[in-house]
């Protein structure tokens, strides 16, 4: 079993907090072992949405996921953004900070999208030396998740797995293991998902996220929508078994049924983990 660094602790499995969501989980206080919450839904807002995120902070534990890092972007680092972001996090008592190891614009200008990264020796002392910026803004660790991608750049001298690696053990970071994204990726670029996950430190692995997604026959869109695929779920038994127990979250964001069916569905993840599902 792998030994996890940062002193990050196993919460257990976890569910995006959306707000369909919002009024159950008020009212009945579900058994669930904590919550990740889309940083940008909450850095720009008043009134209800943060009365009601306090609500459920005081209830649960919080991790923030964000979309808006833009690490690898050749733009100089948003320092206000990053201030915000500290600032939710103290008032949450977020336990991490997240976000996805892409770029998200240029010019400053932002696509909106997770864009992917030229996995070049140039471009790993980049975003290492972004990522230990950021750190010592934050005042700690980050996690960074492996995006799902359609293209990638033909300069690419490391794969994904490596770059992702690389970036985790020179910048002293953490890693969110995306195992729906590997599968995702692997079926469209055409490597081995087995193979990705037996290259990165689970050492690393602060996080997993499990989920959905739209399989167009050409290729596979990571559209967030449930139920898990069984070949999802065998990627992350592996993770698992190579890393060992670890906070884990089902991503819901298509299509998203009642709260008492997304929950039934993370608690699919206690199967791999050879605990009982209790709903």
Not at 68 to 96: C, E, F, V
Not at 105 to 120: E, I, M, R, S
Request: proline share 6%; charged share 20%.
């Amino acid at each position: 079993m792998a030994r996890k660094r940062f002193s990050l602790p196993n919460l257990g499995i976890g569910l995006g907090l959306r707000t369909t969501h919002y009024r159950h989980i008020l009212d009945t206080s579900p058994a669930v072992d904590w919550f990740e919450i889309i940083s940008e839904n909450f850095l720009e807002t008043r009134g209800r949405p943060l009365e009601v995120l306090d609500a459920i902070a005081a209830r649960y534990p919080i991790v923030m996921h964000g979309v808006s890092l833009s690490i690898g972007s050749t733009d100089p680092l948003n320092r206000d953004y990053l201030r915000k972001l500290a600032g939710l996090r103290d008032r949450t008592k977020a336990r991490w900070i997240s976000d996805h190891l892409c770029f998200t614009g240029v010019g400053g200008k932002n696509t909106h999208d997770l864009l992917p990264l030229p996995y070049t020796k140039e471009a790993l002392r980049h975003v290492i030396n972004r990522v230990r910026t950021v750190q010592d803004i934050l005042g700690g660790p980050i996690l960074l998740e492996n995006p799902s991608s359609y293209t990638a750049f033909s300069a690419s001298s490391l794969t994904e797995a490596e770059f992702l690696a690389a970036v985790a053990e020179e910048a002293d970071c953490g890693i969110l293991l995306d195992v729906n994204n590997v599968y995702v990726s692997a079926f469209n670029h055409g490597f081995d998902p087995l193979a990705y996950l037996a290259r990165i430190p689970h050492d690393r692995v602060g996080q997993i996220h499990v989920a959905g997604h739209t399989h167009q026959r050409t290729h596979i869109l990571d559209s967030h929508i449930g139920p898990v695929p069984d070949p999802v779920w065998a990627l992350y038994t592996e993770a698992i078994r190579l890393g060992g127990p670890v906070s884990t979250l089902l991503e819901w964001d298509e299509e998203i049924p009642s709260f008492e069916v997304a929950h039934a569905e993370a608690l699919k993840a206690k199967a791999a983990l050879g605990l009982k599902a209790v709903a």
